[in-house]
């Protein structure tokens, strides 16, 4: 663009002075009065230059001295036309320039094919106007030349705005350069603008026009299916053509091979949306087709909606199985647009329709009735080839045996506007099919459901009546309907009724019932609720979880008690008690045992948080623990307002008034004791909200806590105390450090407190260390129970000492009752004591007194502990503690059975096995005349990885193996063993198993064959010879029977026998009894006591009448001679008597009959030195005395030998 600048000029020098005075004079013209231009504006194009401001003009300058202008506020400029303008305007942006042309285009190009924008008048506003016309149904491309454009609703940063409009009349849509978009599309009569700032350079073309080519595709639409295209009125014009027949509509699509598509517009995915429907149609066994499949690429980019009618015979189910990831049901809108609508709808019911996105849920459906799969996709989303596939079966059915119980009621139902699933009882060989069926009193029917999985759709109730007013109740109401439908919903529900004057009361066992807010589940899914009937309605008492602190609830005549079971849940019901109650003019009454220790239990009055009833009262009984605080907190709470009476709270406590209180009042805070709460309510008005209340009782611990002072400095002893009970607000301290274990160290001082702790909650252990560094100086110890301090409240439990010995010698442990005795199956112990013994690798067993054991000896330390059942009422001591010598064995037991009573010997650790490589020995002393029968009740052998287990049996005092076994050879069932004998165990390197025995040994006493034959053959001879001697004496009897003879009689009478002194008989008189007979002279020999000899002698000094006396010879007779007796030696397998069997003491021989002689024997007598009587048979007709002999007692064993 070229700018020109004229001055008048007057005249030469000789007229300089006349240009000065006008310079002064007039005035100098603006810079935009004179400013002129030179312009040539191309062809086909309209310039006009216009201003808006009437004093401002723009001039066409003529001439050939450019002396004549024509001025105009608007002037149009003629295309290819050179014309000279000046402006005329104070400001030059008060003129605007418009560059109009007109692109005329055909359905193949378009003229001109660029926008040019002829770049002149740079200082004006300027705009540039394209109209574009073109056939019908044409759409024009403006490419804007690489550069792009972004819509835009204000000025743009670079001075230069691109618009455009359908047509003159249409709003315009604004674009600035710079932008992701490429192309616009127009069609005949879009107006394009390009409005450029002043002094802003424009490119010379501002975009290039052509035809619009629409889109072509290649369909193929099988059988079956059809595709329809659509395009709504609103959208951009575009035509979808197929063999010359043109839509600007849409398009219907069927069975076709490869047919083509042609679209007016280059997008028809942003116009068109396609709908594609198919159809699958099902017999009651399959399915045809059986996929769903569409081509993935089938109008790939567009908007598409797939639907599939399947259609299914009565009582058939169909399968719906999806490929992929599955479904998800959802009530809203997919995240990525791949959404499924699934509806099915059976004859007569209206269609059931889910959604569903896709998932991980579901992978597949099962559904019944006429379906209809609807799947809508956004442009962006890729079409699966299989949309599902169908299967068809006849509907199943589930069979179910059910019993109910008398009183009993069984409601079974779905919803009507379930799916297609009926349950069906079969009565009296008739069937009736419903979505409800009512099962009543003691029957037992078939329940069938002619689906396959009814548990998903049906719900059972069970109801039962229990009546106290026509019947007697029963504590016991958890009957068989708790089996039925495990898998189903279940409601159980117990209607109880009593008489009208009385309550019923339901008992829960501990620990307790926890109420939760109304319409809420418990946590183990099963969920109590009691509701009461009075004349306003029924009102919920309150709904309860189990394990809380309610423990019974008493209700007015009438009420319910409800259990809400899911299925699937394993029945837990509670086994609450139901019974009579007190009567009552409350609507409930509720137990409540507060809990121990910090607490916080919430309640709620009735029906909550609906109304609580008008005019009634309800109460609840607060059982405090002792040592605990109470505090009342209203948590939420509305009083209504009341026609007549007033909301009144009354606390009830024994021996006190009640103290009445509003539920405005400060409640009670930090009080004891037990204590019952009765809420009143009033008539209350009804247009506004009743009664509530919603409060917490909580409990805080108010005890005192137990001191003690424990002082070990000075004693080896240590204190363990342990909490064992269940109780967990025990607390202990110590030195002020809270523990759950407190362990007293030796030699230090501690402090301990116990709070709210039962003695049967602690456990206190005491433990002591024994320790030797050298056998043979350590001295004996005696376990004895240790001494506590008194201010320690429990009792003591066990007491425990470690005992370590040097590695040279052996420790040894004897009982101060003498013996011990170990604790098995079979052999328990049943003292008030018990010993347990523990090497350092293994469990020794336990012991108790009195047994046959008699020392034990380990080398190894061992601990000992003792229990007691009350140590406080132990005498004495336990053990005693020695050191001796080392042993080879790790344990030796020195054992001495009882020949009363089998012993029973185990292992060490018993009943497990031993410790590997370790040996046990018993050292078994065995009386004289017995011997022992060992049986092997229980023998476990391992699988030795090294050496061999070992069991050997040795007599003692000798070499001589018994029995010798190892793991791999079998133990015989018996062993007889005549003598005291040594059993040894041994143990392997284990590779696999348990090496571990019972001994069993049982006493007999010995048999001596020999002994009793010879004493068989003795007594027959003995009687054989008496029987000779008896015959002869009484031969000789009768011969002398009338001599008279003198018989000597020492410091005695001599008499006649013929002098009939006595006028009885001898045999019918008592002249032969003797008031006693001095044994001692007659058996001196066998008494070893002189003492006890010359005492009886010195008691009978005299001749007494009628008594016997020992013949003792003349008075000048020389003295007996001494019995020499050989010293006694000690034997250990019998006794001996102190005289030699053959050995007979002389007796004196008198002259008296036979019969009265001390030659005769009776029958009865053995023969042996004190002439025992082997008999009871008939007694003597010479008595010795008037006391008969008495038979002798059982002998002991060495008695029985002799």
Known sequence: MRFCWSKALFGVAPRLLLLLLLLVLVPVPRATDGLETVVRPDSGSSVTISSDRPECSVCEVTGVNATGTTCHQSLALTPEQEVKLQFNCSELQAFSVAVARTIVCTKDSCSPESAAAQNFFSDLPRTYIWELTAPPKTTLSLDPQGKGLSRTTGPCPDGVQLSVSTSKSDPEEQFCRGGSLQMLEVKNGAVVKLKV????????????????????????????????????????????????????????ITNTD???????????????????????????????????????????????????????????????????????????????????????????????????????????????????????????????????????????????????????????????????????????SKQTCSHKQVLRDPQNVSVEFNCKTPQDFFTVEIIRDIDCAKTSCSSDILQTEFSMFPDFNRTFIWDLKVVPTQAFQLDFPEPGMRQIPNKHFCPDKHTYSVVTYLRTGPATIGTFCKGGAVSSVLVRYKGRMFLEVPGGQKLDPVDFKFSHGPHTDKVAILKVNLPRGVANTTFITPNYPGEFPDQEEMQWDFVVPGMHNYSMTFTDFNLPECLSGDVVLEYHRKDKSPAKFSLMDPQPKHQQGNFNMVLKNCATNKTLQGLTLDFKVSVTRSGHPVLCTVDLTQRALSVLIEKVGSDPYCEMTIDSKHQTKINVASGTKTQLSFLDCPNEDLQLTTSQ?????????????????????????????????????????????????????????????????????????????????????????????????????????????????????????????????????????????????????????????????????????????????????????????????????????????????????????????????????????????????????????????????????????????????????????????????NDRTFSKSRSDNDSHVYASIDETLTYGHLLGDATYSDAASDHYKGIQTDSYHTFTGPANAAALPAIQEPDAEPELDGYRGFLEPSFVPPRPRTPIDRQDSLGFQDRRMVDNELYTFKSTGDINTIRLSKIDPEPEPPTDTATEEL
């Open 197 to 252: 700032n002043p002094k802003t350079t424009v490119d010379p073309t501002a975009f290039t026009a052509a035809p619009l080519k629409g889109r072509t595709m290649e369909v193929t639409v099988g059988p079956g299916t059809v595709l329809v295209l659509t395009r709504k009125p609103s959208d951009p014009e575009c035509e979808v053509c197929s063999g010359g027949d043109c839509s600007d509509t849409g398009k219907t």
């Open 258 to 428: 490869k047919l083509q598509l042609e679209f007016s517009c280059s997008k028809p995915q942003d116009v068109f949306t396609v709908g594609i429907t198919g159809k699958t149609e099902c017999t009651e066994t399959s399915c045809t087709p059986v996929a769903a499949e569409v081509d993935p690429l089938l109008f790939k980019g567009f908007k598409r909606t797939l639907a599939w009618d399947v259609s299914l015979p009565p009582n058939t189910v169909l399968t719906l199985d999806f490929p992929g990831s599955g479904l998800e049901e959802t009530s809203g809108s997919c995240p990525d647009g791949f959404q499924y609508s699934v509806s099915s709808s059976k004859s007569g019911a209206a269609p059931k329709e889910s959604v569903y996105c896709r998932g991980t849920s579901l992978s597949s459906l099962n559904l019944s009735g006429q379906t209809s799969v609807v799947l809508e996709l956004p442009k962006d989303q890729d079409l699966p080839q299989t949309l599902f596939t169908a299967s068809a079966a006849k509907r199943g059915s589930r069979l179910l045996s059910v019993t109910t119980d008398a009183d009993t009621k069984v409601t079974i139902r779905r919803e009507p506007q379930g799916p297609d699933c009926d349950v069906c009882v079969t009565k009296d």
């Open 769 to 1057: 260390v024994i320790e030797c560094q050298n056998a043979s100086s350590c001295p004996g110890h005696i376990l004895t129970s240790p001494k506590l301090d008194s201010c320690l409240p429990m009792p003591l439990h066990s007491t425990t000492w470690r005992i370590v010995m040097p590695e040279d010698s052996t420790v040894d442990l004897v009982s101060p009752t003498g013996s011990l005795q170990q604790s098995l199956p079979g052999q328990d112990c049943s003292g008030s004591v018990l010993l347990h013994l523990e090497s350092l690798v293994e469990s020794m067993g336990d012991f108790c007194f009195n047994g046959p054991i008699q020392k034990v000896q380990a080398h190894t330390n061992i601990s000992v502990t003792a229990t007691a059942r009350d140590f406080k009422r132990v005498k004495g001591h336990f053990l005693n503690v020695s050191f001796s010598p080392e042993i080879p064995e790790t344990i030796i037991y020195r054992v001495s059975p009882d020949p009363r009573a089998p012993t029973l010997l185990a292992t060490p650790n018993w009943p497990r096995g031993m410790n590997p490589s370790t040996t046990v020995s018993w050292i078994l002393t065995l009386p004289g005349s017995y011997q022992a029968l060992l049986h092997f009740p229980n023998v476990s052998q391992p699988k030795c990885g090294e050496r061999h287990t070992s069991i050997k049996v040795h007599v003692l005092g000798n070499d001589e193996e018994l029995m010798s076994r190892r793991e791999d050879e079998a133990i015989g069932d018996k062993l007889l063993v005549p003598h005291s004998f040594y059993l040894n165990m041994s143990n392997c390197a284990i590779e696999e198993g348990e090496f571990g025995a019972v001994v069993k040994i049982v006493l007999q006493k010995k048999s001596n064959l020999l002994a009793i034959v010879l004493g068989i053959a003795g007594a027959l001879l003995l009687l054989l010879v008496v029987l000779v001697v008896v015959c002869v004496v009484t031969k000789k009897k009768k011969q002398q029977m009338s001599k008279e003879s003198s018989i000597y009689m020492g410091k005695g009478n001599i008499f006649r026998p």
